[in-house]
């Protein structure tokens, strides 16, 4: 019997190890989840050895009554409790008297068990949520705050990650933690670190580098994020547009904006955080013209620069200024698809690139042309520009917006502007059929009688005298007819007829009187009339002055030409850039105070005129130029008209008035 009893209990055991073999988890439970192993989103069960989510804890049960889901003897299952009863604790409820006996008739007993015997007693089933068993390790370890190292080039994003400070909602102030090259924007950690150095929860990280757009048209960045992401693109150098923001927690969903590109290459900014809530996902797709939806691949991605091969512009310079134009002059870069121009009177708007655009103020330039052709290598600005006013412009060789290049660093080429001479006149008149330009004279008056001309007059007289067109006041010159004056001829026969000396001397004529020289005149040495003179002469020509003429305070002198009357640009005899001339000039034809001068634009001596300056029938050509910056404060041409004209000239023309008011006072 004894033998059978063992024999019994040894097949039960070996079926007890039989079944649980087959229930007993692959990887042996700890006997503790080490403090902080459990995620954030996990609690922990099943007797402190196993993190779970979901459904509920534990994530087995039993399917037969009476049976529970624990390890006995360090195996886990489903065990049931089998118990032997006896009776015990008997107390007697009836007795049976005869005579000094007391028979106990029936007796009342409790039911007792013995201790539990634990039998298998079914399998066990998972259900909700997921369990994973503790490694008795903790998993989370902050790393020490790093430096930023230097950017290292390789296809793909470089990666920065920070620790988060718990408390608030800031972003990256806990230190940056790690910074390495990611390949792509693709991660699911779950509840795991991005790498040593990070915990699971409160960290952000930054990818930053540039995108390659391989089509033209409008582009879709989509973010898988949870919990917050925002994708920037650097559309042009400079101008940064936030594509995608969905900076929140929340479990891991999609989010998506749209931007117009051209094909090139772009930066691109993707921010992240992960709180303590859900998973951490992070993801980057796009989609566009000829290209699905996808991650955006390594090859389209680069960590510190694009592939860049340009050739820069160079050899700035400029031509062709005047007050309101200049033409621009480079030698053109290559490389790139286009090239950008700007030009302002603000060095830091240039240098900026005018993000404003076109306009006034600070940001903007007074000429932002984004779309000049490759290879061009002038540019003409249009009359858009202010006289006397310092320019700064730049050319930009430009392929994308991480790819482009212009004169050097800080490199600012710039002009001024030509200022436009301008008169001054003082005591007298100037008749012209031309325009004459009047400007505030820095110092004293720019004119105290009245100007006429037959175009247009620019500036007001400060004197108050208006200066207008004549006689019919049109802007156009041409439309406007000459003023009604005495001819040569009515000048010779009042004047000069049966009282004037033939002379055909070198200079002119020594002693006072009324004189004739036929024919052209040229003045090719300095005149210094002798004091107390006073001379009237005609020419029957031209009369070319090549010299200054000097005249002393008690003389006079006046020409009346049959021809035209011409200053040269620098007079012989002229210091320190002004030429001085005395003497009233009156010509048939047209009056030139620089008739030799090359180009509009170039530089000639201050003519100082004591006397009056009348062309009777043509025009009046105010040609001095000075420098730009001298024709801001100073006249090219100063008219004065001395009242010893007045008086010593009386004698020999009769009627002063005609010289010193208005045309045809005297007649």
């Not at 991005?194 to 089509?215: E, H, M, Q, R």
């Not at 001397?505 to 005149?527: E, F």
């Not at 030429?579 to 170039?602: L, Q, W």
Request: aromatic share 10%; with cysteine; net charge neutral.
């Amino acid at each position: 019997m004894l033998k059978k009893l063992l024999l019994g209990l040894l097949i039960l055991i070996g079926l007890l190890f039989l079944f649980a073999k087959i229930i007993t988890p692959s990887q042996p439970l700890a006997a503790n989840c080490a403090p902080g192993e459990c995620g954030s989103n996990e609690y922990v069960c099943q007797y402190g050895t196993m993190c779970c989510t979901g459904g509920g804890c534990p994530s087995y049960y039993c399917t037969s009554n009476g049976c529970t889901f624990f390890t006995f003897n360090g195996v886990s299952g489903c065990w049931g409790c089998i118990r032997s009863s006896y009776s015990c604790n008997c107390v007697c409820d009836r007795w049976l008297n005869i005579g000094r006996i007391r028979i106990c008739i029936h007796y009342r007993c409790q039911t007792c068990y013995t201790p539990c015997d634990w039998q298998w007693c079914g399998n066990a089933y998972r259900t909700g949520g997921t369990c994973r068993y503790c490694s008795g390790v903790t998993s989370c370890s902050w790393g020490g705050t790093i430096g930023a190292p230097a950017c290292s080039q390789a296809n793909g994003l470089l990666g920065s990650y920070y620790r988060d400070n718990p408390v608030g909602g800031d972003r990256f102030d806990g230190g940056l933690k790690i910074v390495r090259n990611d390949a792509t924007v693709n991660f699911n950690w779950g509840s795991d670190s991005p790498g040593a150095g990070l915990c699971g929860d409160n960290f952000s990280a930054k990818w930053t580098g540039y995108v390659n757009i391989p089509s033209s048209g409008t582009w879709t960045f989509y973010t898988n994020g949870s919990d917050g992401m925002i994708v920037e693109v650097e559309g042009a150098p400079g101008a940064w547009t936030t594509v995608v923001s969905d900076w929140s927690d929340h479990a891991a969903r999609e989010s998506s904006g749209t931007m117009a590109l051209t094909t090139g290459w772009y930066g691109i900014r993707v921010s992240y955080y992960e709180n303590t809530t859900n998973p951490a996902i992070a993801q980057l797709s796009y989609s566009g013209p000829g290209v699905a939806k996808q991650i955006v691949p390594q090859a389209s991605l680069r960590t510190c620069t694009t592939p860049c091969s340009l050739t820069a512009p160079g050899n700035p310079n400029v031509t062709a200024v005047t007050s309101t134009s200049a033409q621009l002059n480079w030698t053109a870069g290559a490389g790139g698809t286009k090239q950008l121009l700007r030009l302002d009177d603000d060095q830091n708007d240039v240098l900026n690139g005018c993000p404003g655009g076109v306009g006034t103020g600070s940001g903007k330039c007074l000429l932002a042309d984004d779309n000049v052709p490759s290879g061009q290598s002038s540019y003409g600005t249009g009359s858009i520009l202010t006289a006397g006013t310092r320019y700064y412009w730049r050319v930009v060789e430009y392929k994308d917006a991480s790819c482009h290049s212009d004169f050097g660093a800080g490199v600012t080429p710039s002009f001024v502007t030509r200022a436009e001479a301008w008169l001054q006149v003082t005591g007298g008149d100037v008749f012209a059929n031309h325009m004459v330009t009047l400007r505030v004279a820095p110092t004293g008056q720019n004119s105290r009688w009245m100007i006429l001309a037959r175009g247009s007059i620019t500036g007001t007289s400060q004197a108050g005298w208006v200066a207008q067109f004549y006689p019919e006041r049109n802007f156009d010159l041409s439309l406007n007819t000459p003023l009604s004056a005495p001819s040569y001829l009515d000048l010779w026969k009042n004047l000069g007829q049966g009282k004037a000396t033939a002379f055909a001397g070198a200079d002119l004529p020594g002693a006072s009187g009324v004189y004739l020289i036929s024919g052209n005149k040229t003045l090719g040495n300095v005149i210094s009339l002798a004091g107390n003179r006073k001379l009237l002469i005609f020419v029957n020509g031209d009369l070319t002055v090549n010299a200054e003429i000097l005249v002393p305070a008690d003389s006079a002198i006046a020409f009346i030409a049959s021809g035209k009357i011409r200053f040269a640009k620098n007079l012989t005899g002229g210091a320190s850039g002004i030429d001085t001339v005395g003497g009233i000039f009156v010509a048939g034809g047209e009056i030139n105070t620089a008739y030799d001068k090359a180009s509009p634009d170039e530089v000639t001596d201050k003519l100082e005129l004591e006397g009056s300056l009348i062309s009777l029938s043509d025009t009046l050509l105010l040609d001095r130029n000075l420098s730009f910056a001298d024709n801001l404060t100073t006249p090219a041409e100063s008219v004065t008209l001395s009242a010893k004209y007045y008086v010593l000239l009386r004698s020999l023309l009769g009627r002063p008035k005609f010289f010193w008011q208005e045309v045809p006072a005297g007649y």
